[in-house]
């Protein structure tokens, strides 16, 4: 991949309030190859923490904005990406992500984007009827794509079409980053034996050791998210996250519900998590 050198092809996947810095930052030290941010608006005006040189997924409907944002942010990121993946709710009612059928106006934003970046550019899609004419379009502007093969309507349920990624990596004329299903390294050394890349998603959640370092705690990702200033709600949610999969969980979690400052949540979790 031009401009880009990897020490792996195992990445971390695009997941919303997950892919905060510090735990970007958590997976990258733990062996992921690249870490994607979560879906941010060129028109947003939130403050964006680059430190691990992730690659930068926007969401977007229109162009609007999409130059003087990438200018402001180019040199901190790996390379871009482009979504139109996002099943949810919000992207429902407001038309991006896997909604944004309109492939003039995918043309025009994929057309954008390249124009105002050197550096690695894909688009994240999903399993639709779509799906081969974006393809089409992102080997006119894009340097690779990555594809999750399940449907719109199956959100995160159900399994990953792993028949449907091997034709589309089939028919791609660009590499291919495989997403879906992909829950250790293991599993994701066994991808990359039929795609170019492969990323771990909700394997990672709570996990940042799945990319292959040694265990990180809780603990670690508050002592990295100290520098971020990261707010008291998103801590919360962290820990739920790093409480998963550990004895006695759900209790735990319930009772992180109820915190409300970061002393008690420090307090409690000191001999938890």
Request: hydrophobic share 35%; charged share 30%; with cysteine.
């Amino acid at each position: 991949m031009k401009n880009l050198k990897l020490k792996n092809k195992i990445f971390l996947a695009p997941m919303e309030e997950i892919n905060d810095v510090a735990f970007r930052l958590l997976c990258k030290d733990a062996g992921a190859g690249l870490t994607w941010t979560g879906m941010i608006h060129p028109r947003g005006k939130q403050e964006i923490d680059l430190d691990d040189k992730p690659i930068l997924q926007l969401f977007c409907t229109s162009t609007e904005g999409i130059k003087e944002f990438m200018k402001k942010h180019d040199l901190k990121v790996s390379g871009w990406d482009f979504n139109l993946g996002c099943p949810a709710k919000t992207a429902k009612k407001h038309g991006f992500g896997s909604y944004l059928k309109d492939l003039e106006v995918i043309e025009e934003i994929m057309k954008t984007i390249r124009a105002s970046t050197k550096k690695p550019f894909s688009v994240k899609i999903r399993k639709s009827k779509d799906a081969f004419k974006i393809l089409k379009l992102a080997e006119k502007y894009c340097d690779w794509i990555c594809v999750h093969p399940r449907t719109q309507g199956q959100g995160y349920g159900g399994e990953a079409d792993l028949n449907y990624g091997l034709e589309f990596k089939k028919k791609s004329k660009i590499p291919v980053i495989y997403s879906g299903d992909v829950k250790n390294l293991e599993e994701a050394k066994e991808r990359l034996k039929q795609f170019d890349y492969v990323m771990i998603g909700r394997g990672a959640i709570g996990i940042p050791s799945v990319f292959g370092g040694e265990k990180k705690s809780f603990k670690d990702y508050l002592e990295v998210a100290k520098k971020y200033k990261l707010p008291f709600r998103q801590l919360k949610f962290q820990a739920m996250s790093f409480s998963k999969g550990i004895r006695g969980g759900a209790e735990i979690r319930r009772n992180i519900a109820k915190m409300k400052s970061l002393k008690e949540l420090r307090d409690y979790l000191n001999s938890k998590i």
